[in-house]
């Protein structure tokens, strides 16, 4: 297959990318370039064609000859939603509307689409699953449930989306973030030795490896259409769902002389334990590979390897909000998160 990739300079995509290709699929990028500086390590694999632009400008010839699009572009993650909700609104939601529907029109017939456990906010249910009330808690979350729905309303016999809802990633990639929470804790425990939580760590969060969400969207994108049509799909492990505590505990015990402490109760009222029952019925080849205790120890050798120091952890790529302020800040981009210059 011919498979449109947008986000693929990205800390999931430029891991995908590659993973498309080796299985066999050719593969064009999409990516505007927000975050290509955020290298650690290894410079990623790029065996593909990349289309330079911003999501919002994708254009119908972009996706000519398509046959599936597995889309990842996007302002990523809650926090970053909170600087723009205009911005937010515009290209999480708007632009992904507009791609979804010139695809429709150029025969594109799959469209796998990355979603967000986060869309189940704090949840009374001890466990939920792809049939419990959603409850946004962050215009992130609200607008990943606003694709979801509108998406779902373009399904037909020609266009066949399927929504997968990533538990919180993880994970060593060749564009590294420290705002997820094993990463940034981990990079905690390396550069200072202590991770001085100012929260009691009380809320449950899943998780879920950044290789795990690139092998369930190939998955998905490789299932027969009877399987993933318009169906929703929760990404993770149930052996996952930690509290945030013992998150920073399995850490602690992975780096050598790390010491952990807890504050008070947590300001983020976000609290959900997910199941994720449905995708290892349906999609029978897929589970997931990486526990926390090997994504700390992935980390670890990571950060090893580079010499991590507090400088990386200032660095403003590898932080998503810190990243699009610098930009705009420097007059790289205009206010509209548009580019100024190269």
Known sequence: MRILITGTEGYIGSLLAP???????????????????????????????????????????????IDAILHLAGLSNDALGQLSRRLTYQINHLATMRLAKLAREAGVSRFVYASSCSVYGKSAQDLVDETSQVDPQ???????VADECELA????????????????????????????????????AWTTHRIAMTSDGTPWRPIVHVLDISRAMMAALEAPREVVHNQVFNVGDDAENFQVRDIAACIGSVFPGCEVSFGAA???????????????????????????????????????????????????????????RHLVDTGRLDADFYWTRP
Not at 38 to 55: F, V
Request: proline fraction near 5%; hydrophobic fraction near 40%; aromatic fraction near 10%.
């Open 19 to 65: 993973l498309v290709v080796r299985a066999g699929h050719e593969v064009v990028g999409f990516d505007t370039g927000y975050f290509t500086e955020a290298e650690l390590g290894p410079p990623p694999e790029q065996p593909y064609r990349t289309i330079r632009r911003d999501i919002r400008d994708v254009r119908r010839e972009d996706l000519e000859g």
């Open 266 to 324: 947590d300001a983020d009222q976000r609290s959900y334990r997910v199941a994720f029952g449905k995708i290892r019925g349906a999609l029978p080849g897929f589970q997931c590979e990486w526990t926390l205790r090997r994504g700390a120890e992935q980390l670890h050798a990571l950060y090893a390897q580079v010499g991590l120091t507090e400088a990386h952890l200032r660095a403003k790529p590898f932080t998503r909000l810190h990243q699009l």
């Open 153 to 188: 309303e373009l399904a037909g016999d020609d266009f066949s989306p399927t929504f997968l809802r990533n538990a919180t990633a993880y994970g060593a990639s060749p564009r590294m973030r420290f705002d997820l929470v094993v990463n940034g804790l981990a990079a905690l």
């Open 138 to 144: 962050t215009d992130y979350a609200l607008f990943k």
